[in-house]
């Protein structure tokens, strides 16, 4: 069993950044794949970042491309999330995941563990 706790969100202003971060405990923590996913107000949750377990191969969604960065620490059993300028559209409720399914990185039903979630608020 995998325990995530995200922390880091926040109120920001349009053009702001922020760093999320999500810590793992659990005995298997480092051997699973993590993302990020985050759920807006009337929203489906949608795919915002992944990494595999070595950390050598990311995954973004388009939206973010360029603005957010997904990165580990194994021996911490941390992931992070840094956003740079960042949009009102940023605005949502962002989980932690992981888990290793076998499927696609951006899919939530690749990931056996979710966190509780971190609000993101983006001022225009």
């Known amino acids: 069993q995998v325990q995530l706790v995200e922390s880091g969100g926040g109120l920001v202003q349009a053009g702001g950044s922020l760093r999320l971060s999500c810590a793992a405990s659990?005995?298997?923590?480092?051997?699973?794949?993590m993302g990020w996913f985050r759920q807006a107000p009337g929203k489906e949750r949608e795919f915002v970042a992944a990494?595999?377990?070595?950390?050598?191969?990311?995954f973004y969604a388009d939206s973010v491309k360029g603005r957010f960065t997904i990165s580990r620490d194994n021996a911490k059993n941390t992931v992070a999330l840094q956003m740079i300028s960042l949009k009102p559209e940023d605005t949502a409720v962002y989980y932690c995941?992981?888990?290793?399914?076998?499927?696609?990185?951006?899919?939530?039903?690749?990931?056996?563990?979710w966190g509780q979630g971190t609000q993101v608020t983006v001022s225009s």
């Open positions: 995941a992981g888990g290793s399914k076998g499927y696609s990185y951006t899919w939530s039903t690749n990931y056996n563990y």
């Open positions: 990494i595999n377990r070595s950390g050598g191969r990311t």
């Open positions: 659990g005995r298997t923590a480092s051997n699973n794949d």
